[in-house]
């Protein structure tokens, strides 16, 4: 019966409600470039969530975590071959998302009786002398985005379009690591309230619009101390300044805690 | 997809990934090599007051030929860790490059740090797996592998690891030496440990550079395959720390210092 060109799309589009579905209480990660590279930021609870791939390349997701494991080892092993088969200069991001996770998530996706990817997953490479540094939003369905500055994955598209707003509402070049992992933390909160909000109005249909959200630091501030009681803060930086060849590292808790101390 | 469990050396025979130290041996018949091997060298570590000191000389020779007179052969494996190679360049750089690339990938794909037992056993499996090259006769190589193992409950976390041909590693207490110029300091760094005005394990940064390098002019003065320094083209040893905040490089200008105070001084005498 899936030998009908819209029987076939139908079930395609069964599997986007599927995988929305599933990806909808994800945790949001926000990326941003700051005064010493790039940072990505979000809230685990339990399970860590930003990993490094290679020398100058992270990764972030949002999903099913044996699909993010998966993929995560895909990443890694294929730059780890390639780095040491010929340099750890021939290992981009653009290689990584284009033709090896790409193409993967894509043809899991369409290919409707195996198992799809439920994932969600931002990467981040820090360039050579300045140059090159990017995010890249890597959909389930195998789509990609990138932005030199800038980008956001959530649980659902609405929540990721306020996120991008709220972000593109602030200067971030040239902000210092406190700065811009709260305004990071802020981010999250707008892109996760909305998706919890979303969440509520998809399993109560009846229940009125729900009230607009709004982006007051104070409030945003409250709704984060609140989830800090059963979550916590994890972030990941490739720090350009850094010394050896690997740049990525995990943020300290004394970081962290520079960060939130003024909201607590 | 395969899970490698962090090792690199499988991930990268299932991907049909070729190193060198993998090259078959040939048909050997007790012959000497045909081909004049690029080799020589006189590396040497000490534990000192903060850590590990480790110095070596510049040159490569293949027969009596000097191939290359800036080989750098102390060779940063990690934040924490460095292979000194002695040897055949060809083997030993490779070696480090795998070594290398080996603890990344336990690091990023396990999400762990390999431990220093695990290192140590990566080390001991390349030079084992380089033993048909070693028998040749062409392409052996006996490193020092220095660590500083910041989970050392000692004050100075400090090591030094010598291998043999076969792979075994063993540690030092107070130095190891490498080389074909090796002879002829080992029984000096014996004596001066023992003897000399200060044990090694006491002396400053200083006292141990010195120590190393007058030690690297000694073997200098012996071995036609090390070469001491060369102040005509600016070429000194190579010496690098490894302390608890990591490795650091001695610059140039602190060697030239160095030498002018109390490597050249007594030869005046």
Known sequence: ?264 | MTNHKGNFLDLLKANECQIQLDLPATSGNGAAPAIQETEGTTVLAVRYKDGVLIGGDRRATAGNVVMYDRADKLLQIDEHSVLAIAGSPAMAYEMARVLEHSFQYFRRSQLQELSLEGKLRTLSRLIRENLPMTLQGIGGVIPIFAVYDLLNEDENGGKIFFYDALGAHFESADFATSGSGSVWIRGILFYQNRWGEKPLADMDEQEATVTVLRLLDAAAEYDSATSGYNPKSNIYPTVKTITKDGIQDLSVERLQEIYAESVETTYAR
């Open chain 1, 1 to 264: 019966m899936l030998d009908e060109p819209y029987r076939w799309l139908e079930a395609v589009n069964n599997r986007r409600d599927y995988i929305e579905d599933q990806l909808r209480g994800g945790s949001p990660v926000v990326g941003l470039r700051y005064e010493d590279g790039l940072l990505l930021v979000t809230i685990g609870r339990g399970q860590r969530k930003t990993f490094e791939v290679h020398d100058r390349i992270a990764l972030s997701a949002i999903g099913h975590s044996a699909d993010i494991e998966r993929l995560r080892m895909m990443a890694t092993d294929t730059a780890s071959v390639q780095g040491f088969q010929s340099s750890v200069d021939d290992v981009t991001l653009h290689r990584l998302t284009n033709f090896v996770l790409g193409p993967t998530i894509k043809q899991s996706f369409e290919a409707i009786f195996g198992s799809a990817y439920i994932i969600k997953m931002l990467m981040a490479e820090l360039g050579v002398r300045g140059e090159g540094d990017g995010f890249v939003a890597l959909n389930y369905d195998g789509t990609l985005q990138s932005n030199p500055d800038r980008e956001v994955i959530g649980g659902t598209h609405e929540a990721e379009t306020a996120m991008q707003n709220y972000l593109s509402a602030a200067d971030t070049s040239g902000s210092s690591l406190t700065d811009s992992l709260q305004l990071a933390l802020e981010t999250w909160v707008v892109g996760w309230e909305l998706g919890l909000q979303q969440a509520d109005a998809d399993s109560d249909e009846d229940a009125n619009e729900g009230s607009e959200l709004t982006t007051d630091k104070e409030r945003l501030h409250e709704v984060l101390r609140d989830e800090l009681q059963t979550g916590e803060i994890e972030g990941a930086v490739l720090e350009t300044s850094r010394r050896t060849n690997s740049k990525f590292r995990l943020l300290t808790s004394d970081e962290i805690d520079t960060a939130i101390a003024d909201w607590l």
